[in-house]
């Protein structure tokens, strides 16, 4: 097939696990022989080559920050005569609907878009209305409210420039939910996706679940005991609708039941500062370990290092890398209850119900249970995340997609 595909960032480029998972999809539907055009949100930097069968065409964004999506609208509208030349146009940006829109009325290229959070629903992109509830409708006075409100903390450029990023993105949610009905295909990355999209009113039978794919480099073998003092893990952003703050009380809980943990966080956020003055506040400076950004290639090994990766995040998560990334290196995971941890995790973890006593309960059940044979079921669970079990996923969304794109049938 002949794909045009619109990148958050470019291929092969660090940053969110939305990068990465683009860039394998591109990757693996190249592998396969594939035409893949590749829409870079983000300049590739200087020097920058890829090991792959790709074409790169960087969109005019004018260097816009990422979070500031009006620009790459406008940038793909821009281009919307060259998709034609494409059977499939799929972007893994929510916010391009409204220009994916576009593409679906003007051209006869097939168009799918990835739902790999909320974005499309949600100008927050966490469905957390007021930072404090899970959030079940969207509408213009309601949003507005919330963006507004929740507009403080620690954000580098002010609140007033987040409030005004936030009401940018309320303008395109409300332009895609007017084209939602345009698009051919919708990849959602796990059921609850599917399911909070459906009830927002994007049509369910488009909506196709497909995970992420398995990166390879975390499939490597465990190297750690599984003795005391226990190495508890955290990877992602610290910030609230993570649940960081949990982190910190549970170290301490857990160390005062007898045993011995130590902690790694890694990433960065608004809570880094806080997490800090927390952990000297309860003499655990060194029992936590704050490495700041790693590189990806940095991570398999430090998985596979650890007894234990810890998730304590209060939204319902939508399928978050890291849980892929701790089981294929064989890292028990105990995370929250939320969004499809559950069926993501499997027998790989436990999951709980993400309070502070639920995670120094299942933590120390864990431990005082068989480590080694959760250890075990969890390089077993991610099987059904390698390429060549998920990738043919996509080209049937594709074929679907096209099928409906035909003449006459949208």
């Known amino acids: 097939m002949r794909v045009g595909f619109v990148h958050p960032t470019y291929p092969q480029g660090e940053g969110t696990g939305a990068t990465h998972s683009a860039s394998r999809i591109v990757f693996e539907l190249a592998d396969r022989g594939h035409d893949v055009t590749v829409y870079c949100w983000a300049d590739p930097p200087d020097g920058w080559t890829v090991d792959a069968d790709l074409a ?30 494409y059977d499939v146009v799929h972007s893994y940006v929510m916010n391009s609907l409204p220009a994916l829109g576009e593409v679906a009325a003007e051209t006869g290229a097939a168009t799918v878009l990835t739902l790999n959070a909320y974005g499309a629903v949600c100008p927050k992109n966490d469905l957390r209305y007021m930072d404090r ?60 996706i599917r399911e909070t999209y459906a009830d927002f009113g994007f049509p369910r039978e488009r909506l196709s679940v497909i995970p992420n794919i398995l990166d390879e480099r975390f499939d490597r073998p465990h190297d750690s005991d599984f003795e005391p003092p226990y190495e508890l893990l955290y990877v992602g952003s610290l910030d609230e609708h993570k649940g960081v703050d949990r982190l910190l009380p549970v170290l301490d809980r857990l ?55 810890v998730y304590p995040g209060r939204w319902d998560e939508p399928f978050g890398r890291v849980f892929l990334e701790a089981l294929a290196t064989g890292t028990p995971v105990v995370a929250s209850d939320v969004g499809s941890v559950a069926a993501i995790v499997g027998e790989g973890g436990r999951t709980t119900d993400g309070s502070v006593e639920g995670f120094v309960t299942a933590i120390r059940e864990l431990f005082d249970g068989d480590p080694e044979g959760v250890s075990a079921a969890a390089t077993r669970t991610v099987d059904r995340y390698r390429a060549d079990a998920v990738v043919p996923q996509f080209v049937d969304l594709y074929e679907r997609a096209v099928e409906r794109a035909t003449p006459g049938d949208r």
């Open 133 to 192: 509830e899970p959030c079940g409708s969207n509408g213009l006075a309601k949003c507005a409210a919330c963006s507004v409100a929740t507009s403080g903390g620690h954000d580098e450029h002010g609140p007033l420039y987040r409030s005004a990023s936030r009401l940018g993105y309320l303008k395109l949610v409300r332009d895609g939910e007017r084209v939602a009905d345009r698009i051919d295909g919708y990849h959602a990355l796990s059921p609850h």
């Open 56 to 85: 790169v065409r960087p969109l005019d964004t004018d260097g816009a920050p990422y979070h500031s999506a009006l620009q790459l609208d406008r940038a793909l509208r821009e281009r919307v005569p060259e998709f034609d030349a």
């Open 255 to 309: 160390n005062r039941s007898g045993e011995s943990y130590r902690l790694t966080v890694v990433g960065d956020g608004g809570l880094r500062t806080d997490l800090a003055e927390s952990a000297a506040e309860r003499g655990l400076d060194e029992a936590v370990t704050f490495t700041g950004w790693l590189a990806n290639d940095d991570l398999p090994e430090l998985y596979a290092a650890h007894d234990c990766f």
